[in-house]
C-alpha cells in the first residue's frame, strides 16, 4: 500500500525543470513519460487518478502516486489552480516571442538538425544561418563521441558551450529531442531555461513534432 495519498485538486503542469527534463535526452525513465505526454495535451489535466493513468501505464495505483511524489519532490511537476491551454497559434508567430525570453540578452535561435533555422531572436539573418549549421555540427561530434563522455566522464549532458577566461558561456548549444526529431537551441549569454516561455516552446514544439 502506498502512504501517499492524491488530493484530487487543481491541475498538472510541468514546471520549466521539467519541460527540460522531458526533452534533453532520448531517455525514457517513468517521469520523462509521464511528462511527454503531458506535452501531448492541448489543456493541462485535471489531476486524479483517472487522468493520471491515461497519462502513462502503471503497474499499480500506488505507482502513479509515488510517481506524482516524485516529480513535485524533485521541481519536475506543479499543481496549478487554473488549466493552461498551448499557445494555439502558428509556430512562425509564437517562437520569436518565446525565445528571446529564454536568453540574458535576448539572443537566441531554434535550429533543426538540418542546420537550418526556425525562428531568431536578436541574431542578424546571416549570423543566425552559420550558428544554426555550427550547432549540428557539434551535435553531430557530441553523438560521435559520446561513448567517452558517458562512460569514461559520467558527463551525461548533451549541451555544449564556448566559455571565456572566467569559464562563462559566451554562446551555448542544447538540443531538443522532441519524438523523433532533434532541435538545437542557440543562447548567447546566460540562458534563461527557467522561464514559463521555455514550457511554452516545449508544448508547441512536442503538439506540432512529437508524433513526427
Known sequence: MSKYTLAESGFLYP???????????????????????LFQ????PLLTLENLQNLIA???????LELLHHCEKVG??????????FPDKPLEEILPGLLNKISVNGKVLLADDQGFYLASSG???EVAEELSALSVEIANVHQRRSGVLVNNL?????????????????????????GHNRFLIVVSG????????FVS?????SIRYAKS
Open 76 to 85: 519536475l511537476l506543479q499543481n496549478i489552480e487554473t488549466a493552461q491551454s
Open 58 to 64: 502503471l503497474d499499480h495505483d500506488s505507482h502513479y
Open 190 to 197: 546566460v540562458p534563461h531555461f527557467n522561464q514559463p516561455e
Open 123 to 125: 541574431f542578424p539573418h
Open 41 to 44: 495535451c492541448r489543456e493541462s
Open 154 to 178: 559520467g558527463i551525461t549532458s548533451q549541451a555544449w558551450s564556448i566559455v571565456n577566461s572566467a569559464g562563462n558561456s559566451q554562446i551555448g548549444f542544447w538540443p531538443l529531442f522532441i
Open 201 to 205: 516552446l516545449v508544448w508547441a514544439l
Open 15 to 37: 514546471t520549466p525543470a521539467g519541460a527540460y527534463h522531458a526533452v534533453s535526452s532520448l531517455e525514457s525513465d517513468r517521469s520523462q513519460g509521464l511528462l511527454r505526454a
